[in-house]
Every structure is written in C-alpha cells, then in structure tokens.
C-alpha cells in the first residue's frame, strides 16, 4: 500500500531526475517499482531504522524507500533523500503515519 504522500514523492523524485537528461526520470521509476517489489517478496529483509520503520534504498539513487510491515501488508510511508539528517527524516515519517 502506498499513502498518497508518498505518490507525490515519487513525482518529486521523478521530476528531479527527469531534469537531468532524456529517460533520467524512466530509469529512476523503474529502480524505485523494483525495489518496491523486492519489499513486497520479503520486507523483512531490510533494515529496521528507528520504531518500526524499514528503510530500502533505491539503487544509483539518494533516495530511500521507508516503510513499516503489518500483519497482511506493507505500507511504504515515504520515498525521501537518504542524505537528510536522520533527525528530519524520522520526525517526517513519524508525522505520516
């Protein structure tokens, strides 16, 4: 599940790279579905970062997919630069939820 929020990170994100050259907005889409979709086969599998927040990170990108795991589901709650102070991204996060 991905909160409405998040849909505007990503269109934030994707503008960001599509201004640096032809097809970089694409690409970035297809890294960041890609590794929504290795969430969705395990989210275990990566990183708790703070409560009970995951973090995935995109790959050839600053930007950080976290997320927290309920019982039938997960639920992605924010795609943001990984280079922000850790502070600012957990007072994001925890204000999404």
Same mark, same amino acid.
């Given at each position: 599940?991905?909160?409405?929020?998040?849909?505007?990170?990503?269109? @934030?994100?994707?503008?960001?790279?599509?201004?640096?050259?032809?097809?970089?907005?694409?690409?970035?889409?297809?890294? $960041?579905?890609?590794?929504?979709?290795?969430?969705?086969?395990?989210?275990?599998?990566?990183?708790?970062?703070?409560?009970?927040?995951?973090?995935?990170?995109?790959?050839?990108?600053?930007?950080?997919? $976290? $997320?927290?795991?309920?019982?039938?589901?997960?639920?992605?709650? @924010?795609?943001?630069?990984?280079?922000?102070?850790?502070?600012?991204?957990?007072?994001?996060?925890?204000?999404?939820?």
């Amino acid at each position: 599940m991905v909160l409405q929020v998040v849909r505007e990170d990503v269109q @934030a994100a994707y503008d960001y790279f599509a201004a640096r050259g032809p097809g970089g907005g694409d690409r970035l889409l297809e890294r $960041y579905f890609s590794t929504t979709d290795r969430i969705a086969l395990n989210p275990e599998a990566f990183p708790v970062k703070f409560d009970d927040y995951r973090r995935a990170l995109v790959p050839q990108s600053h930007l950080a997919v $976290y $997320y927290f795991v309920e019982s039938v589901r997960s639920v992605v709650v @924010a795609v943001i630069d990984a280079r922000r102070h850790p502070r600012l991204i957990r007072d994001l996060i925890r204000n999404r939820r």
